[in-house]
């Protein structure tokens, strides 16, 4: 008599929620989510119940209410009068900003410095793993400070430009270097200046389109196109003449010192560049770490085939090696630009204004509304993150290997 | 379930401590120490000295506070903290008191659910700058790198009062006394502003103090005082009545010299008996020993000696007794009756 391959006939019964194997998983399951419910329910309910008893309770009317206190640095409209939501979107806008600026930058360092470690050179490839040595093993906060203590320092101040003798000047009459941030000129768009740009940008495509067209000719015919005077020619060329013909409608506005402070001009505060530049330095210590794994991931075998083919060492790694380790790389590199964003909210050691500095500063402060303010930061940063993280994504699986 | 329980109780026990134990008298009694709330230093007020004890105007009121329930001015234990973590210190229950020159408002005092026991310091906010800059008057400021705490209502006296005249600054946010100092030293931002008592106690802190100025103009009402959570009427009338004891003190000449003197036995006059215990029973009113204002007293001295020993003009703060004098003399403390 087989036992074994007959499945149970008959209707379902409760018992067997427990006694057969094809449910039991899921009941057991389904009694541990439960039981994550109730401790969450409990612990809400706890949360609720103390805040209620103390005299407090969540609502986020504050966001309506006129923040009150001035942002230095805003990239859309604010005043002291705008409410707190504005303050707060200032804050996300302030961080993406040096969020996206040090990725950038740190991406560039990072991958220089990775593959400098591996140069033939001793002494180039000593410096770099100095480099990466003190910069990752130090506290990112303390860069900050000693980047911002040195800026403060040694770069002088709005007053030493003033006078007959001053003891500082403007470089080129246009950039003013000063420990409260850099001065740039500024340019104005009159009137017809929109041609300008739009030229501008369909040169930039051009460019790209132009560089699709070089890579498909190699590709398919063998054929090599010098690309550097022509994406240079492409880029200068049209816009400088349309330009001239439009009647030179984009000015630039100097800075000039005035009062307190130069006035006018572009103003890159010292707050921003030195937790740029510290985010930044830090950062690459990392990446270059991950891109130095990636190349060396990819196989010797590789190189000295490619060099049997007769390419040059430039090529070889442009073409042959980055091509591959990209794969190895991008998935921490993506982590390392979550880490670099998120540590961005050490900004107000140096009065950078971010998210942290307006809603999870100054906004709880003046309100104390301070689980519902953590509670939106959480959910911003969480928003940032996720979608930093969708976008590489997207990228990464541009560069994976292509199974089919 | 009942682990559940215990980890929900841990988790909210952050939260609702000042809930949980409304008793604070109690707390403090059993611990042996008082947790006070201080800043993270500022001079004349609360900071530690050569030796690491922490002295000041603001560190007075917490050992008189200290001396009233504990019988020890030394049973404190200090929490600095800043201008933005002191709130949520008090909230959570990691201090019972806060004297951290903290601005009476109406929103702290309502919506922030705290208690102010009283007025120790009447301050408003002042401007201060480089001699050299040859700025008189703070309308004079447009356009000027401005520092300022952050977390503090004078971010929002400043705001309202350049809004007011019509003119522009660009703000520097900062979290503490001591790092703005270096960043108005090097020249970072043209002018500090804070408190006109801070601002001397800042002053007094450089190297040389006569290079930089004070503007005349007081931009706000600061009314500096000591605070407790709302909820424990008891505890709040404890710190309300000490603070009023070292005023009332300086009015009917008790002093840490004669105290002990005059509590010995019942002098002539009803009102100094009553608050030294003498005669009446306030002390159990308060649930404290009779003689609590003996030792709140003794502990540092009345109102206007710990006013010289700290920021007094015989000190490098140098601050005079302006609003902060008697009522009997053109001032505005005035204790009400111990009766």
């Known amino acids: ?404 | 379930m009942k682990k559940i329980a215990i980890l929900g109780a841990m988790t909210a026990a952050g939260l609702s401590a000042g809930v949980a134990s409304a008793a604070t008298l109690d707390d403090v009694k059993a611990r042996g120490k008082l947790n006070c709330g201080v800043t993270t230093g500022l001079v004349g007020f609360a900071a530690p000295n050569a030796n690491g004890e922490w002295e000041g105007f603001d560190v007075g009121v917490c050992r008189a506070v200290a001396a009233a329930v504990l019988g020890d001015p030394a049973a404190v234990e200090f929490v600095p903290t800043t201008g933005k973590t002191r709130f949520t210190a008090l909230a959570s229950g990691e201090i019972d008191l806060l004297a951290r020159n903290t601005t009476w408002t109406f929103s702290r005092d309502v919506d922030l659910g705290f208690e102010f026991v009283g007025i120790n310091y009447y301050d408003g906010q002042g401007f201060m700058v480089p001699k050299a800059l040859g700025v008189s008057s703070a309308k004079e400021l447009d356009g000027a790198t401005i520092c300022i705490q952050t977390g503090t209502t004078t971010e929002l006296n400043l705001a309202d009062y350049f809004r007011k005249n019509n003119i522009s600054y660009e703000p520097v946010p900062i979290e503490t006394n001591a790092e703005a100092q270096p960043l108005y030293l090097e020249g970072a931002c043209d002018v500090y502003t804070t408190d006109a008592s801070g601002l001397a106690a800042t002053r007094a802190a450089f190297e040389n103090p006569g290079d930089h100025v004070v503007l005349p103009e007081i931009i706000s009402k600061e009314p500096l005082g000591p605070l407790v959570r709302h909820g424990d009427n008891q505890w709040g009338d404890i710190a309300r009545w000490t603070l009023n004891a070292l005023i009332a003190a300086e009015e009917l000449g008790v002093t840490s010299a004669n105290v002990q003197e005059l509590a010995a036995s019942a002098g002539e006059n009803p009102e100094i008996n009553r608050l030294l215990g003498t005669e009446g029973t306030l002390g159990a009113m308060l649930g404290l020993e009779a003689d609590w204002a003996v030792k709140a007293i003794a502990a540092g001295g009345n109102y206007g000696e710990l006013f010289e020993k700290n920021i007094g003009e015989n000190t490098p703060i140098g601050l005079a007794r302006g609003l902060n004098a008697q009522w009997t003399e053109g001032g505005l403390l005035y204790s009400p009756p111990f009766r």
């Open chain 1, 1 to 404: 008599m087989s036992t074994i391959s007959d499945p149970p006939s008959g209707s379902f019964q409760l018992s067997m929620l427990i006694n057969d194997t094809r449910y039991r998983s899921y009941t057991f399951q389904f009694i541990a989510l439960i039981l994550l419910i109730m401790a969450f329910a409990y612990l809400g309910y706890n949360l609720l119940a103390n805040l209620q008893a103390a005299g407090l309770n969540i609502s986020y009317k504050f966001l309506g209410e006129p923040a009150g206190y001035d942002i230095n640095q805003t990239l859309v409209d604010y005043t002291s009068q705008s409410t707190h939501w504005r303050a707060a979107v200032v804050g996300v806008l302030n961080t993406l900003l040096v969020a996206f600026l040090g990725c950038l930058m740190a991406t560039v360092i990072g991958v220089f410095v990775g593959v400098l470690r591996l140069s033939d050179n001793w002494l180039v490839r000593q410096i770099m793993s100095i480099y990466v040595e003190i910069f990752r093993n130090v506290p990112v906060l303390i860069w900050i400070l000693i980047i911002m203590a040195i800026f403060i320092a040694v770069l002088p101040q709005p007053r030493d430009f003033r006078g007959e003798d001053a003891a500082a000047s403007m470089v080129f009459g246009a950039f003013a270097f000063t420990g409260r941030g850099f001065y740039s000129p500024a340019p104005v768009f009159g009137p017809g200046s929109s041609v300008v740009v739009a030229v501008f940008l369909a040169s930039i495509a051009g460019i790209f389109a132009f560089r699709r067209y070089a890579k498909k000719a190699l590709y398919d015919r063998g054929q090599l196109i010098p690309t550097l005077w022509p994406s240079l020619a492409i880029f200068f060329v049209p816009s400088i003449l349309v330009f001239f013909v439009m009647g030179r409608p984009i000015t630039l506005d100097y800075p000039s010192l005035q009062g307190f402070n130069f006035q006018g001009g572009i103003f890159m505060r010292n707050s921003l560049i030195a937790l740029w530049f510290a985010l930044s330095i830090y950062t690459a210590a990392f990446i270059a770490e991950n891109v130095r794994a990636g190349i060396l991931a990819v196989s010797k075998g590789q190189t000295e085939a490619a060099a049997s083919l007769g390419l040059r060492p430039g090529r070889i790694m442009n073409l042959v090696v980055l091509p591959q380790a990209l794969r190895v790389i991008i998935p921490p590199l993506i982590s390392q630009y979550l880490n670099l964003t998120k540590n961005s909210s050490l900004a107000i050691a140096v009065g950078y204004m971010d998210l942290t500095g307006t809603l999870g500063g100054i906004t709880l402060n003046q309100t104390g509304r301070a689980i519902e303010a953590i509670f939106l930061l959480m959910l911003f940063y969480l928003a940032i993150s996720l979608a930093i993280s969708a976008i590489m994504n997207v990228y990464n699986n541009s560069v994976k290997l292509k199974e089919r």
